[in-house]
């Protein structure tokens, strides 16, 4: 009987000590609970992450192992498990980045790092900046400061966002089927200082981004809550003035509420006045309802105005007509706002099964007055143009995910489906004149335009090996009625798109990662160029891959290299400037892309990113076969310093070469290097900082296009570089105070 009950004993001990599951939830200083957070075992390399409840589950994990806990901006923690059956809470504290507590985790977006790092060390100052983080994608405006961006990346001109899918706390950017062009995306109704992570990625390899994500995505997520409220007030050159306000309504564990808003106005550095103004209000609630259930809602809307000088022919500067900063006709510009309604609800149906869901409405207005070509088409009004339309967007979606495991594999299975519906009335293409009279209009209609998407994946982890299989349904219904035909008609047409996807990672070490990239991709065309070729090649797809790897060759050093390609099986651009569709072909693109970061000292950061893309069309002959405005070669490097209390600083340098404006190369567009500027300093609740763009003061052309116009004394027309030039020296100051 002694040895039977010794025995038993002697089990029920063993058993103890054999691995189990633990559980935990990991918070902040306020005991909110923090998501993202990578928890490593030390003792098996098992890892896993915080979910949006802050709660995490790690399997094989015995007592007198080791978790680690590390999170960008937080202080990494380390706990030796005691229980295997008590639930932890691990809370974490702020610090500074510091680069030698990143660890490397095996997962598909792991580069999201670059810009983690990059947002805390030199923080985004203006709606443009946010676009800037993503190394590689270079930017340009050209049409006073109201309008999208123009985008450039991976040998793209993505125009305002035909190749690039744009999100905002799962709100879509990207505009289908717009006035102005396919993708349209304005990140305007952004303020700046909300903007908590930038996650991207490059390539068709994701299986939650259906439409435009062809060159990549970036989808920005703004702040669940504020530290302090706070006032910033800032001032420069050119009658630029800003004011920002941000105010916390709610700070509790549990619940949190802010509001912010933001004011901005300036001429720029055109002698003709842009006479630019915005105005944006955003509101954000979060909150835990209950153990298992989050919500949030978000409410926001901007306003702009402006005037612009437009696009300014190279001949009209060097015969003395007019100066860098002048005009050919500057009665160009626009107006355009958007609101936005968006909920989210997130729910934990079990420790390994979690449903993310959301749902949004959108009004968006928008009317752009432009002239491009002058005097080409109407020798005595003018070239102006308006594009006008009143949009309606509704879109719901939901994700599944569940986690698994077995004992040599673990990870987990997830699935999606996403409607969207726009609806854009009174979409308009006229000529004008004086932005007062309308000449012709030349489309006028309203567009309908459906997209249902579903998509299922896995990530399973397999010793030091990751898989991640996935495939996308994308199923699109376009109806067009023109409002320019004397009978009532819709038109239609419909289509669907399958696109799998197959990741490989290989996780070497803590510090050195290789990955394999594969995917799928495609961009809609626009609803009218869609019931105009009757659905015929209206969905053109891409195919490409990247490999790559990540390093950490020392604890203060990151370090990615990728070689990458992209074949485009049919590229039509909808030109929305002249109501035409132009069919380029098949199209082929590969590069290599860096990037390094290197913290030497734990207030001085460095960084570099690098991009070398080669692009060509495939049907044409050689010296006839290049893309305009593709950029073979981007550089974007800078050094910043910043201490938590006291002296903060930076200096940044962008350089884009020389590339082809036209197919033959014949015009080229002229790259440039310019480097900003930026210092402060922090005393206890204030700031007070300078900024300074185009440090040198370098002449160089923000946006260039190979176009044809006449001007008004020409006989014959010319094609030759349009630009619009850069800012030149540009100082502007700020003063913040946190309350």
């Given amino acids: 009987m002694k040895t039977i009950v010794i025995t038993i004993v002697s089990c029920f001990f063993s058993l103890t000590l054999i691995a189990q599951t633990i559980k935990g939830m990991v918070v902040n200083n306020q005991n909110q609970p923090l998501q993202e957070v990578n928890i490593l075992n030390k003792k098996t390399d098992k890892h896993t992450h915080s979910d949006e409840f802050g709660n995490f589950m790690l399997e094989n994990v015995s007592i007198g192992d080791t978790l680690y806990f590390s999170h960008i901006g937080f202080e990494s923690r380390s706990y030796v498990v005691k229980s295997l059956t008590e639930e932890l809470v691990i809370k974490l504290k702020l610090k500074s980045i510091a680069l030698e507590e990143v660890v490397l985790a095996p997962r598909v977006d792991i580069l999201n790092l670059i810009t983690d790092i990059d947002i805390q060390t030199n923080p985004v100052n203006s709606s443009q900046d946010i676009l800037n983080k993503v190394p590689g994608l270079f930017i340009g405006q050209h049409a006073g400061g109201g309008k999208a961006e123009q985008i450039f990346l991976r040998g793209f001109d993505i125009d305002h966002g035909t190749d690039i899918n744009l999100s905002v706390d799962g709100l879509p950017v990207n505009m289908v089927s717009h006035a102005h062009g396919q993708g349209y995306s304005d990140l305007h109704f952004v303020i700046p200082e909300t903007v908590d992570k930038i996650d991207f990625g490059k390539g068709s390899y994701y299986e939650d981004k259906g439409n435009f994500a062809t060159a990549g995505y970036v989808q920005f997520q703004t702040k669940e809550r504020l530290d302090k409220s706070s006032i910033k007030l800032e001032g420069g050159q050119f009658d630029t003035f800003r004011l920002l306000g941000m105010f916390n309504v709610l700070n509790e564990a549990k619940h949190n509420a802010y509001i912010s808003t933001e004011y901005l106005a300036t001429d720029g550095a055109f002698e003709s006045p842009q006479n630019f103004s915005r105005i944006n209000v955003f509101g954000k609630y979060t909150g835990y309802l209950n153990p298992t259930d989050k919500l949030g809602v978000t409410l926001s809307h901007?306003?702009?105005?402006?005037?612009?000088?437009?696009?300014?022919?190279?001949?009209?500067?060097?015969?003395?007509l007019i100066t860098r900063f002048g005009a050919i006709d500057d009665t160009e510009g626009g107006n355009t706002s958007r609101s936005n309604i968006l909920i989210n609800y997130d729910k934990m149906i079990s420790d390994s099964e979690t449903l993310k869901s959301f749902g949004y409405i959108s009004k968006y207005d928008f009317e752009l007055f432009s002239n491009f070509t002058f005097f080409l088409e109407d020798p005595v009004n003018g070239d102006q143009i308006k594009q006008k339309e009143d949009r309606t967007i509704f879109g719901v979606s939901s994700e599944y995910k569940k986690v698994f495991s077995g004992d040599k594999f673990n990870g987990h299975w997830n699935a999606g489906i996403s409607l969207r519906n726009d609806r854009s009335f009174s979409n308009e293409l006229s000529r004008t004149l004086n932005r007062r009279q309308t000449l012709q209009r030349i489309q006028f209609g309203d567009i309908n335009e459906t997209n249902l998407g579903g998509f299922i994946g896995s990530t399973i982890e397999f010793g030091k090996w990751t898989f991640n299989p996935s495939v996308r349904l994308d199923y699109f219904n376009f109806q067009y009625n023109d409002a320019l035909q004397t009978q009532y008609e819709t038109q239609k047409e419909s289509k669907a798109i399958v696109s799998p996807k197959f990741n490989v990672i290989y996780d070497?070490?803590?510090?050195?990662?290789?990955?394999?990239?594969?995917?799928?991709?495609?961009?809609?065309?626009?609803?009218?160029?869609?019931?105009?070729?009757?659905?015929?090649?209206?969905?053109?797809?891409?195919y490409g891959f990247d490999t790559g790897v990540v390093w950490k060759p020392t604890s203060k050093m990151f370090f990615n290299l990728a070689y990458w390609y992209l074949y485009v099986e049919q590229e039509f651009v909808y030109v929305g400037d002249a109501g035409i569709v132009e069919p380029s072909g098949e199209t082929r693109?590969?590069?290599?892309?860096?990037?390094?970061?290197?913290?030497?000292?734990?207030?001085?950061?460095?960084?570099?990113?690098?991009?070398?893309?080669?692009?060509?069309?495939?049907?044409?002959?050689?010296?006839?076969?290049?893309?305009?405005?593709?950029?073979?070669?981007?550089?974007?490097?800078?050094?910043?310093?910043?201490?938590?209390?006291?002296?903060?600083?930076?200096?940044?340098?962008?350089?884009?070469?020389?590339?082809?404006?036209?197919?033959?190369?014949?015009?080229?567009?002229?790259?440039?290097?310019?480097?900003?500027?930026?210092?402060?300093?922090?005393?206890?609740?204030?700031?007070?900082?300078?900024?300074?763009?185009?440090?040198?003061?370098?002449?160089?052309?923000?946006?260039?296009?190979?176009?044809?116009?006449?001007?008004?004394?020409?006989?014959?027309?010319?094609?030759?570089?349009?630009?619009?030039?850069?800012?030149?020296?540009?100082l502007k100051a700020s003063i913040q105070y946190n309350f």
Avoid: C
């Avoid at 070490?509 to 070729?533: I, M, P, W």
């Avoid at 290097?673 to 923000?702: H, I, P």
């Fill in 508 to 542: 070497y070490s803590d510090n050195l990662q290789f990955y394999v990239k594969t995917g799928k991709g495609f961009h809609s065309n626009d609803t009218r160029v869609v019931v105009a070729e009757e659905g015929r090649e209206i969905l053109p797809a891409t």
């Fill in 302 to 320: 901007f306003t702009s105005k402006w005037d612009a000088s437009g696009q300014i022919p190279q001949r009209a500067v060097d015969s003395g």
């Fill in 589 to 730: 693109r590969q590069g290599i892309d860096v990037s390094y970061r290197y913290q030497p000292l734990s207030w001085l950061y460095w960084s570099v990113d690098a991009n070398y893309t080669h692009a060509r069309s495939i049907n044409d002959p050689d010296g006839q076969n290049f893309i305009p405005l593709a950029p073979d070669f981007t550089l974007v490097s800078g050094l910043n310093i910043n201490f938590k209390d006291g002296f903060y600083g930076g200096i940044n340098v962008r350089h884009i070469d020389d590339r082809p404006a036209n197919e033959d190369n014949s015009i080229v567009a002229e790259g440039y290097t310019v480097a900003d500027l930026n210092m402060g300093y922090r005393w206890k609740d204030v700031s007070f900082g300078v900024q300074v763009q185009n440090l040198f003061d370098v002449d160089w052309n923000e946006t260039q296009f190979a176009t044809e116009s006449r001007l008004q004394n020409e006989v014959n027309p010319v094609e030759e570089i349009h630009f619009t030039p850069g800012t030149p020296f540009f």
